[in-house]
Every structure is written in structure tokens, then in C-alpha cells.
């Protein structure tokens, strides 16, 4: 009778003191940043992307540019190196941000690798990637 009553209160205290931790509260979205992030084929992107609403106004008020694909002047840099260079990408933008950088040879940098970046009205966005990592993207118009 000793042991069940210890194990219930036991129990009970490993229960509230998962349920009050910060990983916790991370789990459930109460995170800082507002960002969330969904796991979604290339496909569903690809389709998202493509997708507008019914009047074909952007999803984001006051945007410019269109949920799609840009080609993009990017200004890569990595601080670690002191490497810079330039190149012509392809870009993903979805309600106004910067969200993909797409590499010829089908590879590309996605919120695992890239932070999203707002683009002004000019087609400016500063992208933050892993370690210093900066790419400053220019859309071509």
C-alpha cells in the first residue's frame, strides 16, 4: 500500500515537472521568434508556391511580390573564412520572404540551413545561415 501511494506521488511530480518545462513550453510554440516551421515534401512546396488565392492578391498586404520563384543576385559571405563571392540563384519566396536558395545543381539552403528574411519593396533580403553565414539577395526584376 506504501509502494503505490509512493509510486503515484512519484508519478504525479515527474508529470508536473515534465509539463512546467522550458522544453516544454518550446514544444508547444511559445517560442520567442513567432517562426514556425512545418515538414512538407518538395512537392507540397512546389505546390504552395505555386498556389494563390481566389483574386490573386498576396498573401502578405503591401507585398509586391508574389508567393513563386525569382532569380536573385546573392552576395554570399562566411565571416569564419573571409570567403565572399556573387551569384545568380533562384530564390523561393512565400508571403514576402525569402524562404529557399536554390543551387543549380539542385541543391539548396531551407529553413534547416537559412533563417526566413522579409524583402523589402526594392527585392532586398538579408538571409542569416549557419555559422555567420549572410546572403544578401537582390531579386532581378
Do not use: W
Request: hydrophobic share 30%.
Amino acid at each position: 500500500m506504501k509502494r503505490t501511494i509512493l509510486l503515484a506521488v512519484l508519478l504525479t511530480l515527474t508529470i508536473i515537472i515534465f509539463c512546467c518545462s522550458p522544453k516544454a513550453e518550446n514544444v508547444q510554440g511559445n517560442n520567442s521568434s513567432n517562426i514556425s516551421f512545418t515538414n512538407t515534401s518538395d512537392e507540397e512546396n512546389d505546390e504552395d508556391l505555386e498556389s494563390s488565392d481566389s483574386e490573386g492578391i498576396d498573401n502578405f498586404a503591401g507585398c509586391k511580390f508574389e508567393d513563386g520563384t525569382y532569380s536573385a543576385t546573392v552576395d554570399y559571405n562566411n565571416p569564419e573564412t573571409a570567403y565572399s563571392a556573387t551569384y545568380t540563384l533562384d530564390v523561393d519566396v512565400r508571403d514576402c520572404q525569402v524562404v529557399q536558395i536554390n543551387f543549380p545543381n539542385d541543391g539548396y539552403l531551407d529553413d534547416d540551413h537559412i533563417s526566413y528574411a522579409d524583402i523589402d519593396d526594392d527585392g532586398n533580403a538579408n538571409v542569416d545561415g549557419e555559422d555567420g553565414k549572410t546572403y544578401q539577395i537582390q531579386i532581378d526584376n
